[in-house]
T-cell receptor
Framework: DVKVTQSSRYLVKRTGEKVFLECVQDMDHENMFWYRQDPGLGLRLIYFSYDVKMKEKGDIPEGYSVSREKKERFSLILESASTNQTSMYLC???????????FGPGTRLTVL | GDSVTQMEGPVTLSEEAFLTINCTYTATGYPSLFWYVQYPGEGLQLLLKATKADDKGSNKGFEATYRKETTSFHLEKGSVQVSDSAVYFCALGRRANSKLTFGKGITLSVRP
């Protein structure tokens, strides 16, 4: 089975801090995705990557950046966390040209 | 652009009741359609999928049929269980870019 792991289940940070969310997949998938999930808004795509060092903006990239130095790892970075970035963050991966995405358990981030 | 519309929730049913969750989409061509489920405290997992018109996806007693004429992919189950309580997401995907477009999700609660 594909396994997607995320570095933390729960995270509490202060406004202005730099925050790193890490995601690792073990099935050699080319594509990796970061979403945020908010009540009433569903899942919104922040960034995705289709290869090492390649990235594309999703629907809501403002305030975020990403890094993919190795195929199995995709990091989401909040350069200066703000309270409106309090949310559930979900990472996913998929094979190239396949839509079935495999999700991690999520990180619930609270910014105080 | 592509979009997915799910019926408003939440939905509360008694155990063994019949379930229908409506999903309609707007897209050109022939996208693939998915239902994902998110159990409490977990990430999303694929429930079922259909890749072409008139295909029926099924899993764990759930079914959905890809209806191109009505642009719909409604989820049904004949007899729900308490363990089916979760958030259900309808999604649309295109092989060319591997991305998914999600609906807002609907929370299902099943009471004993």
């Amino acid at each position: 089975d594909v396994k997607v792991t995320q570095s933390s289940r729960y995270l509490v940070k202060r406004t202005g801090e730099k925050v790193f969310l890490e995601c690792v997949q073990d099935m050699d998938h080319e594509n990796m995705f970061w979403y945020r999930q908010d009540p009433g808004l569903g899942l919104r795509l922040i960034y995705f990557s289709y290869d090492v060092k390649m990235k594309e903006k999703g629907d809501i990239p403002e305030g975020y950046s990403v890094s993919r130095e190795k195929k199995e790892r995709f990091s989401l970075i909040l350069e200066s966390a703000s309270t409106n970035q309090t949310s559930m963050y979900l990472c996913a991966s998929s094979l190239n040209q396949r839509n079935e995405q495999f999700f991690g358990p999520g990180t619930r981030l609270t910014v105080l | 652009g592509d979009s997915v519309t799910q019926m408003e929730g939440p939905v509360t049913l008694s155990e063994e009741a019949f379930l229908t969750i409506n999903c309609t989409y707007t897209a050109t061509g022939y996208p693939s359609l998915f239902w994902y489920v998110q159990y409490p405290g977990e990430g999303l997992q694929l429930l079922l999928k259909a890749t072409k018109a008139d295909d029926k996806g099924s899993n764990k007693g759930f079914e959905a049929t890809y209806r191109k004429e009505t642009t719909s992919f409604h989820l049904e189950k004949g007899s729900v269980q308490v363990s089916d309580s979760a958030v259900y997401f309808c999604a649309l995907g295109r092989r060319a870019n591997s991305k998914l477009t999600f609906g807002k999700g609907i929370t299902l609660s099943v009471r004993p």
